[in-house]
């Protein structure tokens, strides 16, 4: 589970055999790459916004071949050219070894109890954003169970909607807003959805897909009511 802290203690006052993460002793490295990996792994370290430019889907063109020519085992240890495509993803190599927790968790093997599927905690509130949507990416794609993502707007990245759809991922979202449109559709598609404390426009997507009765009928209007309350 990702969470800011709160849920984690209370998980691991709950559950005695679970355990936590600990970004000071614990690795996260995903090297060396699976073929599944290697496609994944760019769109975890470039975010959405410039996912369309020529420059950024070069970069992650070029990440990926150095990751399968060279079979790596540390991204600090990646060679790169002077070319476009190589610089753009050495320069995001460098954005991930210029932050102290990065630095540290990615160049070490992750823990076995992470990798067999045992309960895992992770507390991530204390981390920078780009430190957090990387690691939250990491730990959803390394950990072979279930995975609960409390604040899911943070860390929402294309590689999650399979999981959906294989029904191995729960979250928690403040609004459909934070999303873009193609994972607000995978996201309504879950088949479980508990609302509360819900924007109206929030409310009305959710009445489309789970109220029975009529917009402006009673028991329509009380459903909505239902789902934006806190």
């Given at each position: 589970m990702l969470d800011d802290g709160p849920l984690c203690d209370l998980?691991?006052?709950?559950?005695?055999?679970?355990?936590?993460?600990?970004?000071?002793?614990?690795?996260?490295?995903?090297?060396?790459?699976?073929?599944?990996?290697r496609r994944r792994l760019p769109g975890i370290l470039w975010d959405n916004s410039g996912k369309?430019?020529?420059?950024?889907?070069?970069?992650?063109?070029?990440l990926r071949n150095k990751l399968k020519a060279n079979n790596?085992?540390?991204?600090?240890?990646?060679?790169?050219?002077?070319?476009?495509?190589?610089?753009?993803?050495?320069?995001?190599?460098?954005?991930?070894?210029?932050?102290?927790?990065?630095?540290?968790?990615l160049t070490k093997r992750p823990p076995r109890f992470l990798l067999?599927?045992?309960?895992v905690v992770v507390r991530m509130g204390e981390l920078e954003d780009f430190d957090r949507t990387v690691l939250g990416s990491l730990f959803a794609l390394l950990y072979p169970g279930n995975v609960i993502i409390s604040d899911f707007g943070q860390y929402a990245r294309d590689l999650h909607i399979p999981m959906m759809r294989k029904g191995?991922?729960?979250i928690g979202l403040n609004n459909l807003e934070q999303l873009d449109k193609r994972m607000q559709?995978?996201?309504?598609?879950?088949?479980?959805?508990?609302?509360?404390?819900?924007?109206?426009?929030?409310?009305?997507?959710?009445?489309?897909?789970?109220?029975?009765?009529?917009?402006?009928?009673?028991?329509?209007?009380?459903?909505?009511?239902?789902?934006?309350?806190?």
């Open positions: 998980f691991l006052e709950r559950f005695k055999k679970i355990k936590a993460f600990d970004f000071e002793t614990h690795g996260l490295n995903p090297l060396p790459a699976s073929y599944a990996m369309d430019t020529l420059r950024v889907r070069d970069g992650k063109r070029a790596a085992k540390r991204f600090d240890k990646l060679p790169f050219n002077n070319g476009d495509a190589d610089r753009e993803a050495a320069d995001m190599v460098d954005e991930l070894m210029d932050s102290p927790v990065l630095s540290k968790v067999s599927g045992s309960s191995r991922l729960s559709q995978a996201v309504l598609q879950i088949p479980t959805k508990i609302g509360r404390g819900c924007t109206y426009d929030d409310a009305v997507e959710l009445a489309q897909i789970g109220c029975k009765f009529p917009p402006g009928t009673m028991d329509y209007n009380a459903f909505i009511a239902e789902r934006m309350r806190g």
